[in-house]
């Protein structure tokens, strides 16, 4: 059997993971006692930062160049995450459509976050992800997922220019 431990994952973080997915569904279910559940989304970005960064930081072997690493970093990302976000995105459309549930501003939200950006689609759209209404949208939850695929691309990238510029002034 295969623990946690045995794979290198660090425990407090797990529990750190626990503790802001707790906090979301929480909040999410409107309990009174824990106003401000929403900050396990924060929670989770920092966590999430802090081993993705460590991942970068010590991944890839010395020969092996850093462009390499990434891309395949980014292909691991891509079949752990997508394949469910496309089921899900196919399968809640199928049932909105099915029950009439469906509307536009929806179905935009879901073909944008298969693309990581329904969280630009929500900001420049006329959602409001605080409003009390925010008119059924049922992908709205997918921005945390695109800011956290795109803070990778971002962190990819800050990455190789360091190396670079290093290199650069190594040589």
């Not at 409107?30 to 993705?52: N, Q, R």
């Not at 950006?117 to 059924?136: H, K, V």
């Amino acid at each position: 059997m295969t623990t946690a431990t045995s794979k290198g994952l660090r425990q407090d973080i797990q529990q750190l993971r626990g503790i802001a997915v707790l906090a979301v569904i929480i909040n999410h279910l409107g309990v009174a006692w824990l106003p401000g559940g929403y900050l396990g989304v924060d929670m989770f970005f920092v966590v999430s930062g802090f081993v993705i960064t460590l991942s970068m930081l010590s991944g890839g072997s010395s020969t092996e160049p850093r462009t390499h690493f990434f891309v395949h970093f980014w292909i691991r990302r891509m079949f752990r995450l997508w394949p469910m976000l496309f089921v899900t995105v196919i399968v809640t459309t199928a049932v909105l459509l099915v029950t009439g549930l469906a509307n536009p501003d929806s179905l935009l939200t879901g073909l944008t976050s298969v693309l990581a950006l329904s969280n630009f689609r929500l900001l420049f759209g006329r959602l409001e992800y605080f409003a009390l209404d925010t008119g059924a949208d049922w992908f709205m939850h997918t921005w945390s997922l695109a800011v956290e695929e795109q803070i990778y691309v971002a962190l990819s990238v800050v990455f190789t220019a360091l190396v670079a510029h290093v290199l650069f002034f190594l040589s």
